[in-house]
């Protein structure tokens, strides 16, 4: 079991009151994403920050332990959603759905527990804007031709302007799909 990291408080309440965002906050006291979360809920729970100032940036549990609510349901995707590998731009996928949590990809290997930055590319057919993030495989349901493989990756790191990107394109799909 590994140990648990000491942050103090004042200095990460003071970097949330600068506007640090979430993908800095996790690069500073090295944070996952879930991390992160832990973090926002103890402080808003301590009374340290205000829980309004931070919730936007807090997504919901389901208990008090580590189950994460997705804020929004998984929503499959019925037409190409590119996601490209940002340190391999040749290597090339499909988003067969997504949430806030993680997506599942099709056609781009990958092998369990490894991380890459994943580039999004929504904005040929939903006139959003590209955006990135970190992810770590969990799953892979080899196939055989690479091009049918399916991988599942949960997401580990992402900016908060990204997030903001994520969230529109989880509720237009949301609309579109209605």
Partial sequence: MAAKREIRAREIVSDIAAGIGDGELMDKYRLTFRGLQSVFRKLADSNLVDPEVLQARIVPQLNGETSIVIRSPRKDIYMPLTVQDAANPDLLGIVTNI????????????????????????????????????????????????????????????????????????????????
């Fill in 99 to 178: 949430t806030e949590r993680g997506l599942a990809v099709k056609g781009m290997s990958a092998a369990i527990d490894e991380v890459k930055k994943l580039a999004i590319k929504p904005e040929k057919y939903f006139q959003l804007r590209s955006f990135s993030l970190r992810a770590k495989c969990r799953w892979v349901k080899p196939s055989n031709g690479a091009e049918e493989t399916l991988a599942g990756f949960e997401t580990i790191a992402i900016t908060q302007r990204d997030l903001q990107k994520l969230r529109n394109l989880i509720e237009t799909l949301d609309y579109m799909y209605r």
